[in-house]
């Protein structure tokens, strides 16, 4: 359960109405609790926070800054759609999660919903003196703080726009979230863990498959061993952790003659419309070299760009080079193959950092001497059984000096 929490939680920081919606809400309370405190305050109540208008002045005042922020919702809302827009053209239409991501941009969104509807659940309250007479002073009061604090973020989100439209940050962006999920998914040193190389077992005709087409998102390997464990059997999951799953394909297959809950194992593995990072740091390097091969595509001609990408594949390499990558094959205590899990393995990342990059790059000072420079310093780190995969891809670069 903790994994598909952790999945869920990643597939709502993606999305732009959970922050603004929970800042109307407490907008929503914060209105309520002035205005009944205004409604216990007696009439000759004072202090710089206390408005001293009447009921047409109120109303003016809260109806303005309603109409504000509902603008300035709109102003935002088109700026951020602009830059999507942008950032999928120029660089890579994965890297738009980044943006969508960004709780920065949410953040402002929330203050601007909620002083939009602050203002309208107090101005609902002021009454006139044909209705009785009521200002809700310090809650017109506070509409003013509310309408400074989203005038602040306004011109912060400009700012905070303005950079993260650089290509630099995205790049760096991607690449933190990569080595988080290279921390989280591979934490033990490389020579911690032996491999498992066990005799699988035939498999069944039990097949779990999905009734439309989907991605692997996640796979909590504990519950599925649990499971294995108990009914005797071998669980083999077919596609690798943000491997896409046509329509009726294999997504589990059950080896051995146990009897294994169906709903049970459907728990332990998460699937979505799209990939995430938390078990695929694969991921994170897809976008990196999507930004590489769009900025070296002949429309584009930017080098430069694809040698910032180098630089973090070359940082996120290297730390992945010390790291014991499972195989596919998970036992239990007693040693007894029980789970199998396509995984990818170190020469599977090598590839996917370098192939499309030098094929595109094949004319390109900065992308081969960038490349040529990250697999000689690999090639120095690398723990034996993993230099011969960065020498394969050595061997396919120039071997003459090339001058940056």
Partial sequence: MLVRLRVALDRLRGRLWPIPAIAAVAAAI????????????????????????????????????????????????????????????????RVTRTFLRDRANQVVLGIFVATFVYALLV?????????????????????????????????????????????????????????????????????????????????????????????????????????????????????????????????????GSGSV?????????????????EQDPAFGLRQLVDIAVRALSPGTNDPTTAAQVIDQLHDLLRRLAGRHIPGSQRTDAAGGLRVIVASRTWEDYVALACDEIRSYGADSIQVSAGLRRMLDDLDGIVPDGRRAAVRRQRAQLPDEPIGT
Avoid: K, N
């Fill in 123 to 255: 101005l609902r309250e002021v009454r006139s003196v044909d209705e009785g007479a009521f200002v809700p002073a310090i809650a017109v009061w506070w509409a003013f703080v509310l309408l400074i604090a989203s005038v602040g973020a306004f011109i912060y989100y400009i700012d905070h726009m303005a950079q993260a439209m650089r290509v630099e940050t995205v790049i760096d962006q991607v690449a933190t979230e990569t080595r988080d999920a290279i921390e989280r998914c591979f934490p033990d040193s490389a020579g911690s863990l032996a491999p498992v190389d066990l005799p699988i077992p035939d498999a069944t005709d039990i097949v779990l498959a999905p009734d439309r087409p989907t991605t692997l998102q996640a796979v909590d390997s504990a519950r599925l061993e649990a499971i294995a464990t108990d009914t005797m059997t071998v669980l083999e999951v077919v596609p690798v952790v943000g491997g896409f799953i046509p329509s009726h394909a294999p997504l589990l297959r059950i080896r």
């Fill in 30 to 93: 914060l209105a309520w609790a002035l205005v009944a405190i205004d409604q216990s305050l007696a009439d000759d109540a004072d202090g710089f926070f206390i408005f001293g208008g009447g009921p047409e002045s109120a109303r003016a005042i809260l109806s303005t800054i309603a109409a504000a922020m509902l603008t300035f919702t709109g102003l935002v809302f088109s700026i951020t759609m602009l830059v999507l827009q942008l950032a999928s053209s120029q660089l890579s239409p």
């Fill in 261 to 277: 809950d169906h709903d049970a194992v459907r728990a332990a593995i998460t699937i979505g419309s799209e990939r995430s990072m």
